[in-house]
């Protein structure tokens, strides 16, 4: 498990990764890299603020065959949940 504590099967927090300032496609090269790392059902929340992270991560997470939980506008970011 990670330093950040048990991941408990639906219900623990995502961890999260801070990518504000961080153009596509570079954003979802650094969170493939994570998610890779993690456990199967573990899951990623990515804080973004560049406008096309929003549909792009979302897509390419998929083709890569993760679920994408939520996409929550917070602000001028975005919050994009994906489970391994």
Do not use: F, Q, T, Y
Request: net charge negative.
């Amino acid at each position: 498990m990670s330093p950040d504590g048990a991941r408990a099967a639906g219900g623990a927090a995502a961890e999260r990764m801070d990518l504000v300032g961080v153009k596509c496609p570079l954003n979802w090269a650094r969170a493939k890299v994570r998610l890779e790392d993690m456990e199967p059902g573990a899951r990623l929340a990515l804080i973004v603020d560049d406008p096309r992270a929003v549909r792009d991560i979302p897509r390419a997470a998929e083709a890569h065959g993760h679920a994408v939980v939520e996409v929550v506008a917070e602000g001028a970011r975005w919050r994009i949940e994906i489970e391994r």
